[in-house]
């Protein structure tokens, strides 16, 4: 299989080279160049409800590998990248909750981050050469990718982030790594961090020297791994409900839904894809209007969700080329505050449920559709959980009245010694460390 750029100028490549470039050189996103349609045997309830979550993972991305060097790698990498369960909650018989929050940072960035290290790591072994990945992060994206890149061979991790500006249980998941992976605390903004990393790559001749690349969520190597838990959840619903589920995703960049979108086109059983977003409406407003009008972000209390010009979006456009076909495949619904912070009340009283902002924004639209469409009220729903509760404990707690338990793979993470270098955000000189 070869991939394509979406802007149509960049010479194919296979999925190894897609995935070690990440972006294509005439600035496009890479895409498979077709999207082959499933196996009956891998939608078949009777057949695939049997599969565990890396077997399916291996199905599923087999026919993107074939012909490449790492087809013969890739069952090691789903085996060692999914190494975490992934439960589906169930409220009542028609309202379930897929949870994507049991690796190690306990975000669904863990499902990408772990798979593209695999894959990296043994490209760089292939290739011959080390790399150095560069990340500049807000919080929560840094995280997935150190731990996903913490002991990996020939590769090297250097994470930004704004002094004084994430929070302290954010902070441990950067800085506890040691090793391979160096934390660096800079004296200013997120937008100083992003600066540094963007200087760095668009010099050609430090990028080159030292093999820096990055592994943000544009690469192929995190969007599709995101594919597979679209195939194994649906499957499952299918065979308990008999229904196809109408699926509710929490999005930002909206790469976890490109994800979505690629396995319903593969034929797995989903009835409709939806997405929460929060007040960053450029997704609803380009439905509306036909016109597609970036913004700059606004911030939200489910902050992973805060992006104006959602970067994914150019995956759905290519794979929906005309405003018809976006209309007829896309819903996307804004969520407030207010509402999310409601949100996580009702569905604790309700359910006895804790949930994450992101994931109670998913909850708002479930109940917005059930009540506002007529075409969509009768099918039955499943939210993805995309972070757990325990990662934005100042926010649920206050409303829940009780503290959420941190899981024991956070725990762990938390109770690690943390080392971070300060240094000034004028300077690359901490690439030379
Ligand atoms: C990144 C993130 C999102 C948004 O996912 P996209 O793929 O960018 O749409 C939602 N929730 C959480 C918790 C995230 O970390």
Known sequence: MQFISTRGSASPVSVSEAILKGLAPDGGLYVPESLPAFDRGLIDPEISGNLSYPETALAVLRPFFAGDFLESELEAVCREAFSFPVPIHWHNEREAVLELIHGPTAAFKDFGARFLAGTMERITEHEGTPLTILVATSGDTGGA???????????????????????????????????????????????????MVKSAFMDPELSAARHLTSANSINSGRLLPQTVYYVYASVRYLAKTGKKPVII????????????????????????????????????????????EPRESIATLANAMDVGDPSNMERLRHLFPSIEEIRGNITALSVSDGQIQETIGRIWQENGYAVCP????????????????????????????????????????????????IPPQLAELLHRPGSAAEIDPDSLAFLDD
Not at 172 to 192: E, H, I
Not at 258 to 276: C, D, N, S
């Open 145 to 195: 990718v150190a731990a996903a890149f913490a002991g990996k061979r020939n590769i090297s991790v250097k994470v930004l982030f704004p002094k004084g500006r994430v929070s302290a249980r954010q902070e441990k998941q950067l800085t506890c790594w040691g090793a391979n992976v160096q934390a660096y605390s800079v004296r200013g903004a997120f937008d100083d961090c992003q600066r």
């Open 358 to 405: 992101h994931t109670a924004a998913g909850e708002y639209v479930r109940r917005t559709i059930a009540q506002d469409s007529p075409a969509m009220s009768n099918s039955p729903t499943m939210v993805v959980a995309t972070a757990h509760p325990a990662k934005f404990e100042t926010i649920v707690e206050p409303i829940i009245g009780e503290s959420v338990p």
């Open 249 to 292: 995703i929490p999005s930002g960049n909206v790469g976890n839904s490109v994800g979505a979108y690629w396995a319903k086109a593969m034929g797995a059983p989903i009835e409709r894809i939806v997405l929460a977003v929060n007040a960053n409406t450029t997704i609803p407003d380009f439905l509306a209007s036909g016109v597609y």
